[in-house]
C-alpha cells in the first residue's frame, strides 16, 4: 500500500519542545502501522520553496532521543513568510512577492498528503492562508511568551519561567550583598505572561507587565517605602513589552529583510534611568533575553510537547484539516485555526495569578 506522506515544519522563533513534538509525530506515525511517511521541511517553508529544496527525511532513528534536545533539528526562521516573500529587484531595492499558490504546487509534486505546522500565531495565520487554498494542514500551537489564546498552555512557556525564575533567585542574593535594586527584563512580546510567573515564583517585589502601564511614582514609593522600613534591595521583573502610563513600549524597526514584528527590549534600562536619583539604592538591569528560549525543555514542557505531536497526528489520521491542537482543562482536543488566531491571549483583570501576585504584595506598578 502506497505510504500517506506528512510534512513537518517549525516556524517563527524557537522554543524548547519543538523536537520534543517533531518526535512524538514521527513515533506516533511509525506506530499507526507503517502507512505513514513523515519528512520535515527546513527553515519553515523555506525548505519547500528553495532550490534544490532542502528536505529531512524523519524517522524513528533520526528523531531518537530528540525529547531533550533544545532547538529544533528542522531549523526555523522568522522571516520570509510565503504569502509576502522577500524578492530584490535589479536596483538592489526589496519588494514581496505571494509565493503560496507555487508553495501549494511544490507539494502536491512531493506528494504531501497533510502538512503540520508547529508555530505561533504569525505561522498559523500563514497555515490558515494556506488550508483557504486547499492545503491539508494542522496547526500545533508553540511559544514561550503563551500568547495563544485557545489553549491554557504553549509548549516552551514553563521552560522559558524557569530559566527567568532561577536567573532572579540568582539576582536576589546578589541584590541582597550590594543593597541594590535589580531589574530583570523578560521576553514575552504584547503579554505578561512570563513577568508575572516568573515574579511570583521568584518572590519579585515589583512586577510589571504590558497589560497594567504603570505609574513610575508607584514604582518609586513602593522601592522608598522598602528601603526606608530597612530592606535596602528590592527585585523587579518587568516584561519587553511593558510601558509607562503615558508613554510607549520600547520598540525599534528591525533592519533584516523579511523581518516583520517590532523589536521589543530595552524598557528595563528606561526604568533604570526613570528612577535613578528617586531611589537611594543603586540600580542594575540584565535583560535575559533569548537565553529564555534556548536549552533543554523542562519534564512539564516535554510531556505537553508530546501529547501535541500524538494529537496533531490523530487530527491527520481523522482528516480534520484547518485544526489547531489546544489543551484546556487537561483535555486535548482542536479549534479552527482561523478561531486559534483571532484573538491575542493577554493577562485580564480578574486572572487569579494577577489576584494572588498582588496579596503577596507585589507592586504592579498601578
Ligand atoms: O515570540 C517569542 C519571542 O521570544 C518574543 O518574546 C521576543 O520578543 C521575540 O520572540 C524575539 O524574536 P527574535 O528571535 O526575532 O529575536
Same mark, same amino acid.
Given at each position: 500500500?502506497?505510504k500517506k506522506?506528512?510534512l513537518?515544519?517549525?516556524?517563527?522563533?524557537?522554543?524548547?519542545?519543538?523536537?520534543?513534538?517533531?518526535?512524538?509525530?514521527v513515533?506516533?506515525?511509525?506506530?499507526?502501522?507503517?502507512?505513514?511517511?513523515?519528512?520535515?521541511?527546513?527553515r519553515?517553508?523555506?525548505?519547500i520553496l528553495?532550490?534544490?529544496?532542502?528536505?529531512?527525511p524523519?524517522? @524513528?532513528?533520526?528523531?531518537? #532521543?530528540? /525529547?531533550?534536545?533544545g532547538? *529544533?533539528?528542522l531549523?526555523?526562521?522568522? $522571516?520570509?513568510?510565503? !504569502?509576502?516573500?522577500?524578492?530584490?529587484n535589479?536596483?538592489?531595492?526589496w519588494?514581496?512577492?505571494?509565493?503560496?499558490d507555487?508553495?501549494?504546487?511544490?507539494?502536491?509534486?512531493?506528494?504531501?498528503?497533510?502538512v503540520?505546522?508547529?508555530?505561533g500565531?504569525?505561522?498559523?495565520?500563514?497555515?490558515?492562508?494556506?488550508?483557504?487554498?486547499?492545503?491539508?494542514?494542522?496547526?500545533?500551537?508553540?511559544?514561550?511568551?503563551?500568547?495563544?489564546?485557545? @489553549?491554557?498552555?504553549?509548549? #516552551?512557556? /514553563?521552560?522559558?519561567?524557569? *530559566?527567568?525564575?532561577?536567573?532572579?533567585? $540568582?539576582?536576589?542574593? !546578589?541584590?541582597e550583598?550590594?543593597?541594590?535594586?535589580?531589574?530583570?527584563?523578560?521576553?514575552?512580546?504584547?503579554?505578561?505572561?512570563i513577568?508575572l510567573?516568573?515574579?511570583?515564583a521568584?518572590?519579585?517585589?515589583?512586577?510589571?507587565?504590558?497589560?497594567?502601564?504603570?505609574?513610575?511614582?508607584?514604582?518609586?514609593?513602593k522601592?522608598?517605602?522598602?528601603?526606608?522600613?530597612?530592606?535596602?534591595?528590592?527585585?523587579?521583573?518587568?516584561?519587553?513589552?511593558?510601558?509607562?502610563?503615558? #508613554?510607549?513600549?520600547?520598540?525599534?524597526?528591525?533592519?533584516?529583510?523579511?523581518?516583520?514584528?517590532?523589536?521589543?527590549?530595552?524598557i528595563?534600562?528606561?526604568?533604570?534611568?526613570d528612577?535613578?536619583g528617586?531611589?537611594?539604592?543603586?540600580?542594575?538591569?540584565?535583560?535575559?533575553?533569548?537565553?529564555?528560549?534556548?536549552?533543554?525543555p523542562?519534564?512539564?514542557?516535554?510531556?505537553?510537547?508530546?501529547?501535541?505531536?500524538?494529537?496533531a497526528?490523530?487530527?491527520?489520521?481523522?482528516?480534520?484539516f484547518?485544526h489547531?491542537?489546544?489543551?484546556n482543562?487537561?483535555?486535548?482536543?482542536?479549534?479552527?485555526?482561523?478561531?486559534?488566531?483571532?484573538?491575542?491571549?493577554?493577562?485580564?483583570?480578574d486572572?487569579?495569578?494577577?489576584?494572588?501576585?498582588?496579596?503577596?504584595?507585589?507592586?504592579?506598578g498601578?
Amino acid at each position: 500500500m502506497k505510504k500517506k506522506r506528512i510534512l513537518i515544519l517549525t516556524g517563527g522563533g524557537d522554543c524548547p519542545g519543538l523536537n520534543t513534538v517533531i518526535r512524538a509525530i514521527v513515533r506516533a506515525a511509525h506506530n499507526a502501522h507503517s502507512n505513514w511517511e513523515v519528512i520535515g521541511s527546513m527553515r519553515a517553508f523555506h525548505g519547500i520553496l528553495e532550490t534544490p529544496q532542502d528536505i529531512l527525511p524523519l524517522n @524513528t532513528h533520526s528523531v531518537a #532521543g530528540l /525529547q531533550v534536545k533544545g532547538g *529544533t533539528i528542522l531549523e526555523t526562521t522568522n $522571516k520570509g513568510k510565503p !504569502t509576502e516573500f522577500p524578492v530584490q529587484n535589479d536596483d538592489g531595492t526589496w519588494t514581496t512577492i505571494d509565493r503560496s499558490d507555487e508553495l501549494i504546487e511544490k507539494l502536491q509534486r512531493l506528494s504531501i498528503y497533510a502538512v503540520i505546522n508547529i508555530g505561533g500565531d504569525g505561522s498559523q495565520n500563514i497555515s490558515q492562508h494556506l488550508y483557504k487554498k486547499g492545503l491539508n494542514i494542522i496547526g500545533v500551537p508553540k511559544t514561550i511568551d503563551n500568547d495563544l489564546s485557545s @489553549t491554557e498552555f504553549t509548549f #516552551g512557556f /514553563q521552560t522559558a519561567v524557569e *530559566t527567568a525564575t532561577t536567573s532572579v533567585d $540568582k539576582l536576589v542574593s !546578589t541584590a541582597e550583598s550590594h543593597n541594590r535594586v535589580m531589574i530583570a527584563e523578560v521576553m514575552g512580546r504584547d503579554a505578561g505572561w512570563i513577568a508575572l510567573y516568573t515574579a511570583v515564583a521568584a518572590g519579585a517585589e515589583i512586577a510589571l507587565i504590558p497589560e497594567i502601564p504603570y505609574d513610575i511614582n508607584k514604582i518609586i514609593a513602593k522601592l522608598n517605602n522598602r528601603i526606608i522600613n530597612g530592606r535596602g534591595f528590592a527585585n523587579i521583573v518587568v516584561a519587553e513589552g511593558a510601558r509607562p502610563k503615558e #508613554g510607549v513600549a520600547v520598540q525599534s524597526v528591525s533592519d533584516e529583510i523579511g523581518y516583520e514584528n517590532p523589536v521589543l527590549g530595552g524598557i528595563g534600562h528606561k526604568l533604570m534611568a526613570d528612577l535613578k536619583g528617586k531611589i537611594s539604592a543603586d540600580i542594575r538591569v540584565t535583560i535575559l533575553g533569548h537565553i529564555q528560549r534556548g536549552g533543554t525543555p523542562i519534564a512539564f514542557d516535554r510531556v505537553l510537547a508530546t501529547q501535541f505531536g500524538v494529537r496533531a497526528f490523530e487530527l491527520v489520521q481523522a482528516g480534520k484539516f484547518g485544526h489547531m491542537v489546544t489543551y484546556n482543562k487537561s483535555k486535548f482536543s482542536s479549534i479552527p485555526i482561523k478561531k486559534a488566531v483571532s484573538t491575542y491571549k493577554s493577562i485580564e483583570p480578574d486572572n487569579y495569578l494577577l489576584h494572588t501576585a498582588r496579596n503577596m504584595g507585589i507592586c504592579m506598578g498601578d
